[in-house]
């Protein structure tokens, strides 16, 4: 039977930039670094001679692969939120107006300023350096009013 989520995946235009703002801004921690250039990966994938490099980062339980395809190069579509296959890594933040505050600080591009939901909770998007789409939330149940 399947468990649960390993991990999600990023793929990134420079791996380095990536590692330093999930690192330095997000406060995650670089698990393993790997280069990867199998046949297997190859074959997953669909892709003729991939070469991939990889870095797992960790914080809490959560890990996130930061994937950037050496070869064959990948090309940037950005995605919006409602389209298909479109997706966004969550991250609980206790202190949502400091941490909102700490991504100001830092230069990053917000959505949309702090939300605050019917419920009470407080949310925003945000991209990361290649454009993909994260969510800071305050901690508690989705949709459920706070306490």
């Not at 990134?12 to 046949?39: H, N, P, T």
């Not at 505050?101 to 702090?114: A, K, T």
């Not at 305050?138 to 009013?145: A, C, F, R, S, T």
Request: charged residues 25%; neutral net charge.
């Amino acid at each position: 039977m399947i468990e649960a989520p390993s991990h999600f995946s990023i793929t990134v235009g420079d791996l380095d930039r990536s590692i330093a703002f999930y690192r330095d801004v997000m406060g995650m921690e670089i698990e393993r670094r790997l280069e990867s250039r199998s046949k297997g990966i190859s074959q997953m994938t669909g892709l003729d001679n991939v070469l991939m490099n990889v870095c797992f980062m960790r914080k809490g339980t959560a890990r996130v692969e930061l994937t950037e395809y050496v070869r064959p190069k990948g090309k940037r579509q950005p995605l919006h939120n409602n389209d298909i296959g479109a997706s966004h890594i969550g991250f609980i933040a206790n202190d949502i107006d400091r941490d909102y505050q700490w991504l100001l600080d830092h230069g990053v591009r917000c959505m949309s300023p702090l939300v605050t939901h019917e419920t009470g909770r407080k949310a925003l998007y945000f991209y990361d350096p290649d454009g993909n789409i994260l969510e800071l939330v305050e901690p508690g149940v989705p949709g459920q009013k706070k306490a």
